[in-house]
Structure formats: structure tokens, C-alpha cells
């Protein structure tokens, strides 16, 4: 148990569908994350919102759309996604990294969603 | 920008010692990290270490921080299949990118055999 939860573990959707992934942690944070993971890349780091702000939009296409509604939930919705989108969607939370007493708190991860396009 | 390297595999024998290495570009980096992703489950945080240190153990784990070159490495005695998995490698931005944010490596998977 890590603290932060993630849903749907797995997801299936047509590229016309609309979905959404949610995340949310019980850890008093309040800044968090979405990535992605695909095989044989690097983990990418596509959105941050810190204290309910997006402060970070790593030039994510506009077919996702992140919504945070308060610092412990996170959204990630979904809407005609293309096949390369397939991956595993990770979310991670953390104190506020702007701040240097805060420096050494590493981020959090959830199990992630496991998004498959058909 | 900013880059972090690693090895993709690793295979040792079970009660052997594993050393996964990393390399980093920010040389502003403040703390450093070794993440561990088993199958089906997301990222556990095993250790991190602050840039002014060299070295720090954490009962089988020692990590080992050359900062003039740029090198971290991960040592684990007396390898189990348990500690089978992909382990990531991530830097801390510091004043060479956003701040807070980590950059990951590709992650080392490392195979035990019996």
C-alpha cells in the first residue's frame, strides 16, 4: 500500500471513447503527477499541479485533459486516443517540490492504469 | 537537457551481490533516486542519497555517488529472486531543470536465477 490509489488497474477503449483515469492519495500532499510509461522509453512526466495548479504541461497532446479538483485527487480524462497512446498511466504525488525544506521528499507512485487502444 | 543513462539488463545469480550503475548530465542535481517497478505494480521508492554525500546503506542496499562524474550506483548484497524486478535511476532537477521535478533513466532489469 503505497498511499496512493489509482483506477481503473486496467482499461480497454476504442479511439473514439471517453474515459477517465483517476488517482488519489492519502499521504497529505500536495503536489502530484501524471506519467507515462511505454516500453523501452523513459518514464515521461506529462502533467504537475501543485496545490490544485498546473504548473507543468510536458507538451501533452490535447487529447488529454488533466483535471485536479483539490490537492489528494487527480484526473486524467481521456477522448479519441490514438493506438500509440497505449502505455501505463502512473501517478505520483509529493510535497510541494517549490520548496527547499521539502527537497528530499521523494514522489509516490500508484500501481497505474493499464490503458490499451484499440 | 537534462539526461539520465543506465544498463537495460542485469542478470546474477541468487546470493550474489547485484551493482546496477547510472549516469547523470546535471551536474546541479540535489538528490538522487533508486526506484524499484515489480511487474503489474508501480514505482517503490528504495533509497535516495543528497548530492554532498558519497555514499549511504540502508541494510542490504549501498549507494555509492561519484559526483564528479556524474555516477550513482545501486548495490544490493546477497541478491534474492525476490529483488527480481527493473530498477529506475531519477535525479532531482536542480537549477538545470524544473525544480522538483525528477528525470528517470529507462531502468536496469535485473533477472536472479536460483
Known amino acids: 500500500e503505497t498511499g496512493v490509489t489509482q483506477t481503473p488497474r486496467h482499461l480497454v477503449m476504442g479511439m473514439t471513447n471517453k474515459k477517465s483515469l483517476k488517482c488519489e492519495q492519502h499521504?497529505?500532499?500536495?503536489?502530484m503527477y501524471w506519467y507515462k510509461q511505454s516500453a523501452k522509453k523513459p518514464l515521461e512526466l506529462m502533467f504537475v499541479?501543485?496545490?490544485?495548479?498546473?504548473?507543468e504541461n510536458n507538451s501533452v497532446p490535447s487529447r488529454f485533459s488533466p483535471e485536479c479538483p483539490n490537492s489528494s485527487h487527480l484526473f486524467l480524462h481521456l477522448h479519441t486516443l490514438q493506438p500509440e497512446d497505449s502505455a501505463l498511466y502512473l501517478c505520483?504525488?509529493?510535497?510541494?517540490?517549490?520548496?527547499?525544506?521539502?527537497?528530499?521528499?521523494?514522489?509516490?507512485f500508484g500501481d497505474g492504469t493499464r490503458l490499451s487502444i484499440l | 537537457g537534462e539526461d539520465v543513462e543506465q544498463s537495460l539488463f542485469l542478470s546474477v545469480r541468487e546470493g550474489d551481490s547485484s551493482v546496477i550503475n547510472c549516469t547523470y548530465t546535471?551536474?546541479?542535481?540535489?538528490?538522487l533516486y533508486w526506484y524499484k517497478q515489480e511487474p503489474g505494480a508501480g514505482l517503490q521508492l528504495l533509497t535516495y542519497?543528497?548530492?554532498?554525500?558519497d555514499m549511504k546503506q540502508d541494510q542490504r542496499l549501498t549507494v555509492l555517488l561519484n559526483k564528479k562524474d556524474k555516477h550513482l550506483s545501486l548495490r544490493i548484497a546477497d541478491t534474492q529472486t525476490g529483488d527480481s524486478a527493473i530498477y529506475f535511476c531519477?535525479?532531482?532537477?536542480?537549477?538545470?531543470?524544473?525544480?522538483?521535478?525528477?528525470?528517470f533513466g529507462k531502468g536496469t532489469k535485473l533477472s536472479v536465477k536460483p
Open positions: 505520483a504525488s509529493s510535497q510541494n517540490p517549490g520548496q527547499p525544506i521539502y527537497d528530499n521528499q521523494p514522489q509516490h
Open positions: 499521504l497529505g500532499h500536495n503536489a
Open positions: 499541479y501543485n496545490f490544485k495548479e498546473q504548473t
Open positions: 546535471d551536474s546541479s542535481s540535489t538528490y
Open positions: 542519497i543528497f548530492s554532498n554525500m
Open positions: 531519477a535525479e532531482r532537477g536542480g537549477f538545470g531543470g524544473s525544480q522538483g521535478n525528477l528525470i
